[in-house]
T-cell receptor
């Protein structure tokens, strides 16, 4: 099946620094990618939808200046957590669709961010 | 609004026991329904899906039937294995929007030998 890879799988950073997480579709072109955040023992919360070559659409309550999303190519989307704080510590998961916004979704393995 | 509610876990079963994980949803229109599984240390994987009422999704011995009258999509397996231990997420996707998935809170299944 289709493969989506995230990097890094885990990262620890100091408060105030920025962290970039990459999401790559390895064997298909992803026209649409979704970024989720998962809190411990809770469900996935959709943060934003990104379409290649256009600005991301953020869900209500998600700060777009805090969580910068770039979908510059059909195989790569990046999520940058700017000026990270301990409350940003979480598990971030991306998913990608190769058939537009309503195609089957494939998920990355997730990236665990810990902000000290 | 749209939402998904799952039974709280963890669910602990012995090997070969029967599994049911309840899932109910609230949605306008006719959503597609999904079960995803997340094994320890891995990303979510699609387990099964159903796109219209009365459809039955099945995979790896798991089944779920799309019940519109009860707005439910309960996950069942007749005989669980230790390797089925994971977190299971029920989700819906509205057919008319941008394809966003709305997840339930997840149910942890622990199967003991």
């Amino acid at each position: 099946g289709a493969v989506v890879s995230q990097h890094p799988s885990w990262v620890i950073c100091k408060s105030g620094t920025s962290v970039k997480i990459e999401c790559r579709s390895l064997d298909f072109q992803a026209t649409t990618m979704f970024w989720y955040r998962q809190f411990p023992k809770q469900s996935l919360m959709l943060m934003a939808t990104s379409n290649e070559g256009s600005k991301a659409t953020y869900e209500q309550g998600v700060e777009k200046d805090k969580f910068l999303i770039n979908h510059a190519s059909l195989t790569l989307s990046t999520l940058t957590v700017t000026s990270a704080h301990p409350e940003d510590s979480s598990f971030y998961i991306c998913s990608a669709s190769g058939q537009g916004a309503t195609g089957e979704l494939f998920f990355g393995e997730g990236s665990r961010l810990t902000v000290l | 609004g749209n939402s998904v509610t799952q039974m709280e876990g963890p669910v602990t079963l012995s090997e070969e026991a029967f599994l049911t994980i309840n899932c109910t949803y609230t949605a306008t229109g006719y959503p597609s329904l999904f079960w995803y599984v997340q094994y320890p240390g891995e990303g979510l994987q699609l387990l099964l899906k159903a796109t219209k009422a009365d459809d039955k999704g099945s995979n790896k011995g798991f089944e779920a039937t799309y019940r519109k009258e009860t707005t439910s999509f309960h996950l069942e397996k007749g005989s669980v294995q230790v390797s089925d231990s994971a977190v299971y997420f029920c989700a819906l996707r509205r057919s008319s929007n941008t394809g966003k998935l709305i997840f339930g809170q997840g149910t942890t299944l622990q199967v003991k030998p």
